[in-house]
């Protein structure tokens, strides 16, 4: 009975920041890899940055890179997306998605188990 929620979307103005937190409620096992994708109207879905359960393994998407900052607190079963510089380009529904059994961060959406049902983040110029 996993669920991940996320919450801290909203407007906020280019060159600003936002902190995203998801919380994984339920039964959880180790090795999880958690990660956030985000969705555009009219576009796939996109990875943006995943962290393995030891924390030590971050990869984030080149378009994110040097901006968010992706972290976890497995005590807490939350993972959290520090954004920074945005851009109007960073406007989508972001997801938290997690799998398990994972070492290293996948970037295709197909291959992760568990997801949240998004947060908007809207970024105006």
């Known amino acids: 009975q996993a669920q991940l929620v996320e919450s801290g979307g909203g407007l906020v103005q ?11 409620s339920g ?11 985000r969705q555009a109207p009219g576009k796939e879905r996109e990875f943006v ?3 393995t359960w030891g924390g ?11 901006r968010f900052t992706i972290s976890r607190d497995n ?3 939350t993972v959290s997306l ?3 510089s945005l851009h109007a380009e960073d406007t989508a529904i972001y997801y938290c998605a997690a799998i398990a059994t ?11 188990s568990y997801w949240g049902q998004g947060t908007q983040v809207t970024v105006s110029s």
């Open 82 to 84: 520090q954004m920074n």
């Open 56 to 66: 030590g393994g971050t990869r984030y998407a080149d378009s994110v890179k040097g």
């Open 102 to 112: 994972r070492f290293v961060v996948p970037v295709d959406a197909s291959e992760y």
């Open 49 to 51: 940055a995943g962290v």
């Open 14 to 24: 280019a060159g600003g920041s936002l902190r995203l937190s998801c919380a994984f």
């Open 27 to 37: 039964r959880t096992v180790s090795d999880y890899v958690m990660a956030w994708f």
């Open 75 to 77: 005590r807490k079963n």
